[in-house]
């Protein structure tokens, strides 16, 4: 039998070659490559698939975190909560604006920001005297965070909030796409994520206009017009290639996601008895990113599904937290428990939207075998 890799970028392109091909070439021969007609076109796109009135395209996730803590008005010293169980460039957008990153614990079920921990953690800020300026929920592996309590809590404590939707593209909280509750939303469009690019972009959403124009002007030196730095910015385009291919990835996401989801329904049936699987919460939808199981021989099933020919990733192998560049510098505002017993209990079965009914078979088929053995 053949492996079953983890994941396949080139099955994601060979499945619309025909159109990206078309799309590349359209780009190449325009003589136009940065910030053109492709770039308004996703845009626009974008934002009218999301249901947010304005899109502002970048040049990746991380920038698009860091240009929307900006926005909003994070600086130097400010204090801004996040969680440890999530990509390490969430804390690194934080950073990047010298302000401090503060982390939350995740709820055990969904492994997203726990808002009760949330909550102890803008009381103990309190006491260190930090200033709090906002807070950035990620909605992991595809599955929202409790984004209205979240939110209340921000309100309540007046804390800004971005929401990282890096793995949440198209998820649904109580009938509405995730990235359509904060203030601002940011989503990475790197190669691996249901909307990816063929290599680094980033888009930003906000139903604030004038948001979005400063956004634009803040992403190119602080342009408005050529030559004329109105504010201090940066370089982070999105290019017309990656726009317009994404604009093909676009139109097909809806249905990659329905794949996932169906694929993700056949591991439930499958194994859902013997492993513990990810919950799908009543209210929401879960675009599965990843499919990240939990086991406390976890080590052992990995090894055991690698020779049954199922690759299997971890997502994240050690929370930010645990990590040399952080270890011991942040400041500690609450407990990271959760965080730190479930880190040692994830895995990522092999998910994406072109694994053939086949390949979905064989990692059943081997999840089953070897927990079964293994128990
Ligand atoms: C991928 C990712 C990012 C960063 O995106 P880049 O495009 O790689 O900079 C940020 N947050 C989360 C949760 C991610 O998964």
């Given at each position: 039998?053949?492996?079953v890799?983890a994941?396949?970028?080139s099955?994601?392109?060979?499945s619309?070659?025909a159109e990206l091909?078309?799309?590349?070439?359209?780009?190449m021969?325009s003589g136009?490559?940065i910030?053109g007609?492709e770039t308004a076109?996703?845009?626009?796109?974008?934002?009218a698939?999301?249901g947010?009135?304005a899109?502002v395209?970048?040049a990746?996730?991380?920038?698009?975190?860091?240009?929307?803590?900006k926005?909003?008005?994070?600086?130097?010293g400010?204090?801004?909560f996040?969680v440890?169980h999530t990509?390490v460039a969430?804390?690194?957008?934080?950073?990047?604006l010298?302000?401090?990153p503060l982390l939350v614990?995740?709820?055990?079920?969904t492994?997203?920001?726990?808002?009760?921990?949330?909550?102890?953690?803008?009381?103990t800020?309190?006491?260190?005297?930090?200033p709090?300026k906002?807070?950035v929920?990620?909605h992991?592996y595809?599955h929202?965070c409790?984004?209205?309590?979240?939110i209340?809590?921000a309100?309540?404590?007046?804390?800004r909030?971005?929401?990282d939707?890096?793995q949440?593209?198209?998820a649904?909280?109580?009938?509405r796409?995730?990235?359509?509750f904060?203030?601002?939303s940011?989503?990475?469009?790197y190669?691996t994520?249901?909307?990816?690019?063929?290599g680094?972009a980033g888009?930003?959403a906000?139903?604030?206009l004038e948001?979005a124009?400063r956004?634009k002007m803040?992403r190119q030196?602080g342009?408005?017009?050529?030559n004329?730095s109105?504010?201090?910015?940066v370089?982070?385009?999105?290019?017309?290639?990656?726009?317009a291919?994404?604009r093909?990835?676009?139109?097909?996401?809806?249905s990659r996601?329905?794949?996932?989801q169906e694929?993700?329904?056949e591991?439930q049936r499958a194994f859902?008895?013997i492993l513990?699987?990810?919950v799908?919460l009543?209210?929401?939808?879960?675009?599965?990113h990843?499919y990240?199981?939990?086991s406390?021989d976890?080590d052992?099933l990995?090894?055991?599904?690698?020779?049954?020919?199922?690759a299997t990733?971890?997502h994240?192998p050690k929370?930010v937290h645990?990590?040399?560049a952080?270890?011991g510098?942040?400041p500690?505002?609450?407990?990271?428990?959760t965080?730190?017993?479930?880190?040692?209990?994830?895995?990522?079965?092999?998910?994406?939207?072109?694994?053939s009914?086949?390949m979905v078979?064989?990692?059943?088929?081997?999840v089953?075998?070897?927990?079964?053995?293994?128990l």
């Amino acid at each position: 039998m053949k492996p079953v890799p983890a994941n396949s970028l080139s099955a994601g392109f060979y499945s619309e070659q025909a159109e990206l091909e078309e799309a590349a070439l359209r780009v190449m021969r325009s003589g136009w490559y940065i910030l053109g007609e492709e770039t308004a076109g996703f845009e626009r796109e974008f934002a009218a698939w999301l249901g947010a009135p304005a899109a502002v395209g970048v040049a990746n996730g991380t920038d698009a975190l860091m240009l929307a803590l900006k926005v909003v008005g994070v600086n130097a010293g400010d204090g801004v909560f996040t969680v440890s169980h999530t990509a390490v460039a969430t804390v690194a957008a934080i950073e990047m604006l010298g302000a401090v990153p503060l982390l939350v614990d995740v709820d055990n079920q969904t492994l997203t920001m726990c808002p009760h921990s949330l909550l102890r953690a803008i009381h103990t800020a309190h006491r260190l005297g930090i200033p709090l300026k906002a807070v950035v929920p990620v909605h992991l592996y595809g599955h929202p965070c409790d984004i209205g309590a979240l939110i209340a809590l921000a309100r309540e404590f007046d804390l800004r909030v971005v929401e990282d939707c890096s793995q949440s593209h198209g998820a649904e909280f109580q009938g509405r796409k995730t990235g359509t509750f904060a203030d601002i939303s940011a989503f990475s469009l790197y190669p691996t994520k249901n909307l990816g690019a063929f290599g680094d972009a980033g888009v930003i959403a906000t139903a604030d206009l004038e948001v979005a124009e400063r956004l634009k002007m803040l992403r190119q030196y602080g342009w408005r017009e050529r030559n004329n730095s109105e504010i201090p910015g940066v370089n982070s385009r999105l290019d017309e290639l990656q726009a317009a291919l994404l604009r093909v990835r676009l139109k097909s996401l809806d249905s990659r996601t329905r794949r996932r989801q169906e694929i993700a329904q056949e591991y439930q049936r499958a194994f859902g008895g013997i492993l513990q699987t990810p919950v799908v919460l009543s209210g929401c939808s879960h675009v599965f990113h990843q499919y990240v199981v939990r086991s406390d021989d976890r080590d052992q099933l990995q090894q055991r599904l690698r020779q049954a020919g199922v690759a299997t990733m971890i997502h994240y192998p050690k929370a930010v937290h645990q990590q040399t560049a952080y270890a011991g510098r942040l400041p500690l505002v609450d407990s990271l428990a959760t965080t730190e017993s479930q880190v040692a209990r994830i895995l990522s079965l092999p998910m994406f939207p072109e694994m053939s009914d086949e390949m979905v078979q064989q990692v059943c088929r081997a999840v089953l075998d070897r927990c079964t053995a293994a128990l």
